[in-house]
Structures are given as structure tokens and as C-alpha cells.
């Protein structure tokens, strides 16, 4: 598979080494050491994908992946991180990425993580033909399929391709409860390691984002004991379990 990669990393040697491998497995692939020049080359180049370290001195990954995310950078981040404490993980799934894994790691898994990412972004350009032109309306929101972009009257709305691929997962099934599994599924593909917790901190941050209130949502509403289901008309829907939430 074909991809542009770019990879911000503070240890030179992870960077050399992860340059070789991805590179000899048909990816192009550019590295740089700090947000700085990060900054520098996503403004000059497109990139298919962000490799992106944790702990790094000065601005750390966290506040390099939660800065794109504000400024509507939609690139998938795969986030190394050489804690394991699950909290860090959740942390920085908050904070926009859409992946992780800890240090030390197989090359190989990273490779297969991002052979993932990428065709997940191939896969969520698809336009479902139910939708008309392409474009889900919900209140002021409007999502475009074809483009990938949720706006808010004439404002886009930064979503991260993990929380575009939820939303656009829940708003091509309406009104129609879908279990957590079954969104992952929807949302990022059967051979993707999501798990459900991370589908969780997706819609937290969705409703954060697209509702009045977020503790009781309108558009994303919570079906107890099945998952979520997504209302455009805001309207209070009121679901058992149902056998179609697998």
C-alpha cells in the first residue's frame, strides 16, 4: 500500500530506523525532530498519515496533536508512547489521535497500524448513496460526506479522522440503534484494533462538540444496554434493546 508518512520524533535513531523500514515497504516517508519543523512541512507537503512521539522536550506530542486538531488538521495520528498506563492512551485518544502504541514495538505492528489507518481514510471517502448530495444535516451541523468536513453554519468544525469516521458511521444509520461493536466496525473497518473504550472517548468528544449540552445529548443519544444512536431531528427517541444494535 501506497502512502506519504511523516514522522516526529526526537530520538534520531527511532527516526532513521523507522525511515529505512517504512520506506523499503513502499511508503514515502519524511522525519523531523520538533513541532517546529513539523509545522514547516505540513504547511509545504500533504501528508497521508502523522507517526507521532509522546514524550519529547519542549512541546510535547499532546499539545502538537491536540494544536492540528484546533486548527482543523484532519491527518491520521498514530501516537508512540512509551508510558503504559491506560490513561495516557485515553489521554491522547482525547486529545485527537487516532491510534497508539507503546514503546518498545515490533515494526511490523506499526506498519500493519498504519496499512489500517490508511485504508480507513480511503474507505471513509466513500459517499453513501442514500445520502442526498452527499450531506447529513442535523441542526445548524452539515456533514459532507465527499468532503469529509463537518461545519457549523458557515464554520468548519475540526474532527479528527477517528471522530469524522464515528459521526459519519452514526449519521448514515439514523435513528437506528448500534452497538458499540458494531459502530467500531462501521466506523474503522473489522481488522482494526479499536476498542470499545475508544469509541466511547470518540463520541465523547463529538458530543463536546456538536451538542448544547453535552450530559444530555440530543443528537447522539445513549440507548442503555445496546450503544448509541444517532437522532438528526434531536428528537428524544425512546429504544429498547434492539436486535439490529449488534
Not at 489521554?91 to 518498545?104: C, I, N, Q, S
Not at 514495538?105 to 474507505?123: G, K, T
Request: hydrophobic share 40%; aromatic share 4%.
Amino acid at each position: 500500500m501506497e502512502g506519504k508518512i511523516i514522522i516526529l520524533d526526537d530520538e534520531a535513531e527511532l527516526r532513521a530506523l523507522l525511515q529505512r523500514y517504512l520506506g523499503s515497504n513502499g511508503l514515502t516517508v519524511r522525519s523531523v525532530e520538533n513541532a517546529e519543523q513539523l509545522d514547516r512541512l505540513l504547511a509545504r507537503e500533504p501528508f497521508d498519515a502523522l507517526i507521532l512521539d509522546l514524550m519529547m522536550p519542549g512541546e510535547d506530542g499532546l499539545s502538537v496533536c491536540r494544536r492540528l486538531r484546533v486548527r482543523g488538521e484532519t491527518i491520521p495520528i498514530l501516537m508512540l508512547t512509551a508510558k503504559g498506563d491506560p490513561v495516557d492512551r485515553i489521554v491522547g485518544l482525547e486529545m485527537g489521535a487516532d491510534d497508539y502504541l507503546p514503546k518498545p514495538f515490533d515494526p511490523r505492528e506499526l506498519l500493519a497500524r498504519l496499512h489500517a489507518m490508511l485504508r480507513r481514510q480511503q474507505m471513509s471517502g466513500t459517499v453513501p448513496a442514500a445520502q442526498r448530495n452527499g450531506c447529513v444535516r442535523f441542526g445548524s451541523f452539515a456533514l459532507d460526506l465527499a468532503a469529509r468536513q463537518l461545519t457549523h453554519g458557515e464554520q468548519l468544525v475540526p474532527l479528527s479522522s477517528a471522530e469524522y469516521a464515528v459521526l459519519a458511521a452514526l449519521a448514515t444509520h439514523p435513528n437506528r440503534p448500534l452497538g458499540r461493536e458494531r459502530l467500531r466496525t462501521l466506523a474503522h473497518g473489522r481488522d482494526h484494533e479499536a476498542t470499545e473504550r475508544s469509541v466511547d472517548v470518540q463520541v465523547l468528544r463529538l458530543r463536546r462538540l456538536i451538542e448544547d449540552n453535552p450530559g444530555s445529548p440530543r443528537f447522539i443519544q445513549t440507548v442503555w444496554g445496546v450503544g448509541y444512536l444517532f437522532a438528526p431531528d434531536g428528537a428524544t427517541t425512546q429504544v429498547g434493546t434492539d436486535e439490529t444494535a449488534d
